[in-house]
């Protein structure tokens, strides 16, 4: 009997943790971004100009509210490209996560959500190419501060009652979905079947144990990394965590792709030459399948296939850009990685301040904000609703609040994109005048042709930079911390 009531007072407790938070974080969230009309944008590769030709104004412009009558050269593109983004956030009242029973990763789970939304952007890349966007991007309302919150108050207040009076939750799901139209041309069901990827995808990242990629598939392959439900994740743990969530995906969705996680921020070019190669127990075909009506198999043969001798590789390379704070030298270097079309963004941040970083504007990051707590969506259901994993509200901050723990990720979907890869970004990364040091190095060979210390503590995986005892085989470019 006493048992029974200490549960009943910790599920409250986490019912209220829950519904504070949720209105707590509602309130991060602003209705406008300015953007400069005289400087370009880039984001994740592609360059987008909102100054007309007939303009010379130096006044700033919003990427959502352009004026009436004014023509602001392609921000509409810029605007559809980033609410195509995948958006993954703060979510309530899922099932208990594995160990504890919390059910909101509000508070603590920003850095695993910014992971996951970079992986959605690899898996983007690699089912439907970088040209793609949801054709309902553009008919996303901007997030209104002010409305938002509210529905969280009353969320909050809701929550409490029932857990007091023991009445069914009442959810705050939205069940309005744009209706299928008919697919009688080639174009359409091209579109079709782009959508149905789509969908795929995002049903992946759902809050459910049985979700590939999903919240509480991290939090288990946490416990491994001596993290739990509730605990900060860094941006080099949360690299190792979802290289193993690619890897142990039971799913012939995802048999063309896995992941790599740098060693010292070294990338080791056999090592990656080897990921490419496809494991004998894995299918040759992809078949990436969804709810119902999903693609068929003679559906996907019209997609962009991955070659049936290799796998798509996700590099990901946590690196440190600095002391307490991001060295100066290193934001030419960011602005280089986040133009090239096979990045897939940088996560990191500090505790409860994790952001996943998919642009810049001058001297201002472009930034997807994972710090809104929604209500848990079931993405079992064929015909889920889609609009709370979409955001149309870019946000910036300034170069200099970058912090510099953070992970890198790029998108490689053979050996031979790799060599290309690691070609430019070697350029990239060669050291001017004033930097000495690069962020990360290629090397030939595997990482056990160096004497690398055995195994990765959970120490080693917080600060990736930690090097062991001179190594037998020389090489060049180490990181060393500025």
Not at 44 to 70: I, N
Not at 264 to 269: F, G, I, L, Q
Not at 291 to 303: C, N
Not at 308 to 328: F, H, T, W, Y
Request: charged content about 25%; hydrophobic content about 35%.
């Amino acid at each position: 009997m006493e048992n029974k009531g200490s549960d009943e007072v910790e599920k409250l407790k986490t019912k209220f943790y829950s519904g504070w938070n949720n209105v707590k974080y509602s309130w991060v969230l602003k209705s406008k971004t300015s953007f400069s009309r005289n400087s370009p944008v880039l984001l994740l590769g592609k360059c987008y100009h909102f100054k007309a030709d007939e303009d010379d104004s130096p006044d700033e412009a919003s990427c959502r509210e352009p004026e009436d009558g004014f023509s602001m050269g392609n921000v509409e593109a810029f605007r559809k490209d980033f609410t195509s983004r995948v958006w993954l956030t703060y979510r309530e009242e899922f099932p208990p996560l594995p160990g504890s029973t919390l059910t909101t990763d509000c508070g603590w789970g920003c850095l695993l959500r910014a992971g996951q939304m970079m992986l959605a952007q690899a898996l983007v890349l690699h089912f439907l190419g970088r040209d793609w966007t949801w054709s309902e991007a553009l008919t996303l309302q901007p997030l209104d501060t002010e409305t938002w919150t509210t529905t969280a108050a009353k969320r909050l207040i809701t929550s409490l009652k029932a857990s007091l009076q023991g009445s069914p939750k009442i959810s705050s799901r939205q069940s309005s979905e744009p209706q299928s139209s008919s697919h009688g041309s080639a174009e359409e069901a091209e579109a079709h079947l782009k959508e149905m990827y789509h969908r795929t995808i995002i049903s992946w990242f759902g809050d459910t144990s049985s979700a590939l990629l999903g919240l509480h598939r991290l939090v288990r392959l946490g416990l491994t990394f001596g993290k739990n439900a509730g605990n900060w994740y860094g941006p080099a743990v949360v690299a190792h965590i979802l290289k193993k969530a690619v890897e142990e995906a039971m799913d012939s969705g995802l048999a063309g792709i896995t992941a790599y996680v740098s060693q010292d921020c070294t990338v080791y070019s056999a090592d990656v030459a080897d990921c490419h190669k496809p494991p004998r127990a894995r299918q040759e075909s992809v078949s990436p399948p969804v709810a119902e009506g999903g693609p068929s198999k003679e559906d996907q043969a019209g997609s962009a296939p991955i070659l049936p001798d290799s796998q798509a590789v996700i590099i990901l390379i946590p690196v440190r850009l600095g002391g307490e704070k991001i060295n100066p030298e290193y934001f030419e270097f960011v602005k280089n990685i986040l133009s090239v079309e096979y990045c897939i963004g940088i996560i990191g941040g500090k505790p409860k301040q994790a952001c996943y970083f998919v642009g810049f504007q001058d001297d201002s990051l472009i930034y997807m904000d994972p710090h809104y707590c929604q209500s848990f969506v079931d993405v079992s259901t064929g015909d889920f609703p889609l609009q709370s994993f979409h955001c149309p509200s870019p946000k910036k901050i300034p170069f200099s609040r970058m912090d510099p723990s953070c992970t890198i990720g790029f998108y490689s979907r053979s050996i031979q994109d790799y060599n290309r890869i690691r070609e430019e970004l070697s350029k990239l990364l060669q050291p001017s005048t004033k930097e000495k040091y690069p962020a990360f190095t290629f090397v030939q060979g595997h990482g056990r042709d160096y004497d690398l210390s055995a195994g990765l503590t959970p120490e080693k995986l917080e600060w990736p930079f930690i090097r062991s005892p001179p190594r037998t085989v020389t090489t060049t470019g180490d990181f060393v911390l500025l």
